[in-house]
Nanobody, 118 residues
Framework: QVQLVESGGGLVQAGGSLRLSCTAS????????MGWYRQAPGMQRELVAG???????NYADSVKGRFTISRGNAKNTVYLQMNSLKPEDTAVYYC????????????WGQGTLVTVSS
């Protein structure tokens, strides 16, 4: 069982920066990849950025060049550095972990709200 705890959301003006953190606990050795998704009001949840166990990253086109996903040294923490924020980045951001422990699984954090004012 893996649990995720996120932190770092808040209110920021357009052009500003925020860093989100997500720490995994439990059977972290079973995690293959972690990532950040977001969901704006009335919209579907979408992938923002992901990182796998080899350190390979991928990003949504809308955030390339502005957001950076990284892992901590212990590799059970992932960060999302968000720069040059835009009002359209406003959403609840969810941390996600995918792995395998007798079967494939995906777990989600509780979500953290990011609000970008114009």
């Amino acid at each position: 069982q893996v649990q995720l705890v996120e932190s770092g959301g808040g209110l920021v003006q357009a052009g500003g920066s925020l860093r989100l953190s997500c720490t995994a606990s439990g059977s972290i050795f079973t995690i293959n990849a972690m990532g950040w998704y977001r969901q704006a009001p009335g919209m579907q949840r979408e992938l923002v950025a992901g990182i796998n166990s080899r350190g390979t990253t991928n990003y949504a086109d809308s955030v390339k060049g502005r957001f950076t996903i990284s892992r901590g040294n212990a590799k059970n923490t992932v960060y999302l550095q968000m720069n040059s924020l835009k009002p359209e980045d406003t959403a609840v951001y969810y941390c996600n972990a995918e792995g395998h422990y007798s079967s494939d699984y995906a777990v989600w954090g509780q979500g953290t709200l990011v609000t970008v004012s114009s």
